[in-house]
């Protein structure tokens, strides 16, 4: 008789564990549809990136599956595109030079949050393609904002050496810098330290 109690107890434990990881699975196949949709809206529009409504309490599976740093980089990514749209009336414009800053502060919050690999390495690029971007919008010190991408994009490519569009930008980088600048001296293998650490597509072979 005593073993009936338990029995139940035992089941109804059962049923609300199941129960648990169905909701959570459900939750889990949210944030992967939320990227996916967002990742292909886009495409055509970037935009702030897409979040899923979870049904469970306390972000259980936001936080099993790790997501913010995801959110931190497509925001940033998002950012980036509102920042530098290749259109130079646009890009050189005030609002244009503000969507920039935002931009920038976004990548390397990003670039902190990522630590090290190719992910960081894809912010700390970009980073330095909106230095050239401000440089070439007169915002400033152009001499110096050039001297500050090259220093990004040795940072991409110290936190990910395959990043190819980080070489070809530090390329267009170093033919940019005056000829006073200490980095007209330096070799393109070499590599910033300033660690924490995109391009998309650009001028040489980068973006």
């Not at 980036?80 to 502060?105: K, L, N, V």
């Not at 390495?121 to 440089?135: C, I, K, Q």
């Not at 990910?160 to 007209?184: C, G, H, V, Y």
Request: hydrophobic share 45%; with cysteine; net charge negative.
């Amino acid at each position: 008789m005593r073993k009936r109690p338990l029995l139940v107890l035992a089941a109804v434990a059962c049923l609300c564990a199941a129960a648990f990881a169905a909701v959570l699975a459900t939750d889990v196949r949210a944030w992967e549809s939320a990227f996916q949709a967002g990742d292909a809206e886009a495409v055509a529009h970037p935009a702030a990136p897409r979040t899923a409504d979870e049904i469970l309490p306390f972000h259980v599976a936001r936080s099993l599956l790790a997501v913010d740093d995801d959110l931190t980089l497509r925001r940033a990514l998002a950012l980036f595109h509102g920042g530098y749209s290749g259109i130079p009336s646009r890009d050189q414009s005030s609002a244009g030079t503000e969507r920039r800053a935002e931009a920038e502060a976004a990548l390397e919050r990003a670039i902190r949050q990522q630590g090290d690999g190719p992910r960081a390495s894809v912010a700390a690029n970009l980073l330095g393609v909106l230095e050239l971007v401000d440089a070439a919008a007169g915002v400033g010190q152009s001499a110096a904002m050039v001297d500050r991408a090259i220093v990004e994009l040795q940072n991409a490519i110290h936190l990910d050496p395959a990043n190819d569009d980080a070489k070809a930008n530090l390329e267009l980088a170093m033919s940019l810098a005056p000829p006073d600048s200490p980095f007209r001296t330096s070799r393109l293998g070499s590599t910033g330290k300033r660690h924490g650490g995109a391009s998309e597509s650009s001028p040489g072979r980068g973006y």
